[in-house]
């Protein structure tokens, strides 16, 4: 494990309790519970942007403010098959000056966690001894139904804990999500030429996977991928049905010996034909950075740069044949089978070079 990490430096409040939930888009958010001497527990978010973490937000809607006596507590986050974000938590609510009861309450979001619905409380049992519902654990369920898991001191009347679960009212189906699940080369590290001695080509081949996570039959959409530096290289297009249950790999092929010597990232796009919701459609695309590079000839050991390395390489081993030393098939670029001076003019003419 790494480090670790804070994620918020806040000495005035207490922040405890968190539930992870990576999104459909990949956003990393973390649901906890904030807290100081003068104000009760609440709710609230932060979401990782890929360089640090955003401020805390509240989760509950500025027109469903907390009660007062009330607080919340202990929340668990999930994602269900349509993309809508569930929160669930313990509220305690204040029944008196002296009593109070735990609840279980939840809410959602439409908007992929942009805002959140008024809570809705779920568990609704007897005042007069107070029965507590606490510490709920959810899931999206194999059976497509949303589970919420929590213990409760109902079967004893307040003697003991026990565990008992609450079935969303029906299974969340039918949904449409079509997903880019994985990206793929055969080679990370090309060089823009045939080499005889090195078992690869220029030619690079992108592997590309769509699952069909919903429940379409047969869902059609059309494939995109791209390769995308400080210019685009479109890859290829492809339109076609996907069974809902399975996943299709396409491969698109990339002749790299025209373009730009660097590191690519490579992005694949899937256009559904049947719409999708906002928390569906963040995993139809996915960029894998820095997943291909293009070397130049005379490369060696092939780390994007020619330098003295490389000469040196070139020097120690001018006028033996590739197979005198490991890397000597990399020097080779005039296919001639022993290093000559055309390679070592390739890698004059191209020392100081980084991509």
């Keep these: 494990m790494s480090p670790d990490t804070l994620l918020i430096n806040d000495p005035s409040n207490a922040y405890y309790q968190p539930s992870a939930l990576v999104q459909r888009d990949g956003t990393v958010r973390v649901v906890f519970?904030?807290?100081?001497?003068?104000?009760?527990?609440?709710?609230?978010?932060?979401?990782?942007?890929?360089?640090?973490?955003?401020?805390?937000?509240?989760?509950?809607?500025?027109?469903?403010?907390?009660?007062?006596?009330?607080?919340?507590?202990?929340?668990?986050?999930?994602?269900?098959?349509?993309?809508?974000?569930?929160?669930?938590?313990?509220?305690?609510?204040?029944?008196?000056?002296?009593?109070?009861?735990?609840?279980?309450?939840?809410?959602?979001?439409?908007?992929?966690?942009?805002?959140?619905?008024?809570?809705?409380?779920?568990?609704?049992?007897?005042?007069?001894?107070?029965?507590?519902?606490?510490?709920?654990?959810?899931?999206?369920?194999?059976?497509?139904?949303?589970?919420?898991?929590?213990?409760?001191?109902?079967?004893?009347?307040?003697?003991?804990?026990?565990?008992?679960?609450?079935?969303?009212?029906?299974?969340?189906?039918?949904?449409?999500?079509?997903?880019?699940?994985?990206?793929?080369?055969?080679?990370?590290?090309?060089?823009?030429?045939?080499?005889k001695d090195v078992p690869q080509s220029p030619v690079v081949t992108i592997s590309v996977t769509v699952a069909n996570l919903g429940d379409a039959l047969n869902e059609a959409f059309t494939l995109q991928a791209t390769a995308i530096n400080s210019s685009s290289y479109p890859l290829g297009t492809v339109s076609t049905t996907i069974t809902n249950g399975t996943s299709r790999m396409f491969q698109f092929l990339w002749d790299t010996t025209k373009v730009r010597l660097s590191a690519y990232s490579i992005q694949a796009t899937v256009t559904p034909l049947l719409s999708e919701t906002v928390g569906n459609s963040g995993d139809s695309s996915l960029t894998l950075k820095n997943l291909l590079r293009v070397l130049p000839l005379g490369d060696v050991d092939m780390d994007g740069a020619i330098n003295i390395i490389d000469a040196g390489v070139v020097l120690r081993w001018f006028g033996n044949p590739v197979s005198a030393y490991y890397l000597l098939p990399y020097a080779d670029v005039d296919n001639a089978g022993v290093i000559d001076i055309i390679d070592a003019g390739v890698v004059e003419a191209h020392f100081g070079l980084v991509t």
């Design 33 to 195: 519970t904030k807290a100081n001497q003068s104000t009760a527990s609440q709710l609230y978010s932060v979401t990782f942007t890929g360089t640090g973490w955003t401020s805390p937000v509240a989760i509950l809607p500025s027109s469903s403010p907390l009660p007062s006596g009330d607080f919340d507590s202990l929340p668990s986050i999930i994602q269900d098959r349509n993309g809508t974000i569930w929160v669930f938590w313990t509220r305690t609510l204040s029944l008196s000056s002296t009593l109070t009861q735990d609840v279980i309450l939840g809410s959602f979001s439409y908007s992929n966690g942009a805002s959140f619905a008024a809570p809705s409380q779920l568990t609704s049992d007897s005042t007069t001894t107070p029965i507590d519902d606490h510490m709920p654990a959810a899931v999206q369920g194999p059976d497509k139904n949303i589970w919420v898991y929590y213990i409760s001191d109902l079967t004893s009347n307040g003697g003991e804990w026990d565990i008992y679960a609450l079935q969303s009212s029906r299974p969340i189906s039918p949904v449409n999500n079509l997903a880019v699940s994985s990206i793929k080369t055969n080679n990370s590290l090309v060089f823009p030429k045939y080499l």
